[in-house]
Nanobody, 124 residues
């Protein structure tokens, strides 16, 4: 099992940047694929970005492509989400997730491990 704790959320003006971190427990974090998801009020949780176990492969939702970057440092058991050019529609609770599998996944149901979430608010 792995436990995930997100940090780095906050309030930022449109056009600004934030970097989210997801710290994982356990010595085998490099065995897990990781992803970031978000959920805005009244909406379903949606895929944002995902990375392979080494960080060599990534996938992004069209809505964040070119603005967000997912990365990981397995030596620190941490996954990051660098968010640039933030827009008010990026406002949501952001969740880190992890899965054991054979490929990157954008499907919420494929991730059994989740953090508690961190709030990101982008003001216009």
């Amino acid at each position: 099992q792995v436990q995930l704790v997100e940090s780095g959320g906050g309030l930022v003006q449109a056009g600004g940047s934030l970097r989210l971190s997801c710290a994982a427990s356990g010595r085998t974090f490099s065995s897990y694929y990781s992803g970031w998801f978000r959920q805005a009020p009244g909406k379903e949780r949606e895929f944002v970005a995902a990375t392979s176990r080494t960080g060599g492969s990534t996938n992004y939702a069209d809505s964040v492509k070119g603005r967000f970057t997912i990365s990981r440092d397995n030596a620190k058991n941490t996954v990051y989400l660098q968010m640039n050019s933030l827009k008010p529609e990026d406002t949501a609770v952001y969740y880190c997730a992890a899965r054991v599998g054979s490929s990157i996944s954008a499907y919420t149901d494929s991730y059994p491990y989740w953090g508690q979430g961190t709030q990101v608010t982008v003001s216009s």
